[in-house]
């Protein structure tokens, strides 16, 4: 989990250029309508700049409006080109995974205010967020709570530098599973609401745990066949150490990580990895 880079463009020039192919269209030819959506650009950016996107107002244009959700839809160039950019911008880690969950590629755009609800931000460089599809699909229309934002936004999050995910092994039916939790002690309190929100809306513990089996599986077949020979306390150590490298990479609270860590404090775990080889 870690902050995204956001483009700096001129986001309006890009409106006009991506409707400017669909000049027929009655919508787009009005100078009141054009007048109208600059408005909600500007709103938009100011309150984003302020990291205020809880106060933009609800949309006029959320319903009968298909016209400027197909800006997004109906991929144009432009609208290929305006991805390409945003995605071109991340870094080499944050390309290779969704920040919303860690877990897969981000292959699709959040729209964090939902296209459904906001289709004048559907072409809105800092509204689009790379994210993978399961999390596209669970975040659906959702992005806030009653006065709070229930979705991290990884433009103007400051995500912190600390834990606040822990893990723990509970070896069930001969079989180690994976339970997460949150110590929110390090924690700002308005960042753990929206944290706390956020990971259940994405259902993140759970898909940690399920994601967890084949990655345990893989982790003790490892061991068994280059760390054989250690120690109980060796082993854990190892573990601990790969811990480390992946939350300097990835992130603090990257699952793969808490994970590692949950396993080298496993006592049980530790002493019959060998096991749990499938
Ligand atoms: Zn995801």
Known sequence: MQNLTHLDIDYFD??????????ENEFFIKQDSLDSIENRYKEYMENFDSSNLILIKDSIYSKNHPELTSCYKSKTK???????????????????????????????????????????????????????NDCNKKKDNYWKEEGFRGILN???????????????IIIQNNLPSFIVNFDFSMIDKDFSNIVTAHYKRLELFER????????ISEISRQ?????????????????????????????????????????????????NYKKYVE
């Not at 890009?14 to 000049?23: A, D, P, R, T």
């Not at 990884?154 to 723990?168: K, R, S």
Request: net charge neutral; with cysteine; aromatic share 10%.
């Open 14 to 23: 890009w409106y006009k250029e991506i409707i400017k192919s669909k000049k």
């Open 78 to 132: 432009k609208v290929s080109e305006l991805i390409t950019k945003i995605k071109d911008a991340q870094t080499t880690e944050t390309k290779s995974k969704c920040q919303y969950c860690g877990i897969n590629r981000p292959k699709t755009m959040d729209h964090y205010l939902p296209i459904s609800l906001y289709p004048e931000y559907a072409v809105l460089a800092i509204n689009l967020l790379p994210c993978c």
């Open 154 to 168: 990884f433009y103007i999050d400051n995500i912190p530098d600390e834990q606040f995910l822990v893990g723990n």
């Open 208 to 215: 940690y745990s399920q994601e967890s089996a084949d990655e």
């Open 223 to 271: 061991l068994s066949i280059y760390s054989s020979d250690k120690t109980v306390d060796e082993i854990s150590k190892l573990l601990k150490t790969d811990a480390n490298d992946l939350q300097i990479k990835y992130g603090k609270n990257y699952w793969k990580a808490i994970l590692r860590a949950a396993l080298s404090a496993s006592i049980v775990y530790l002493n």
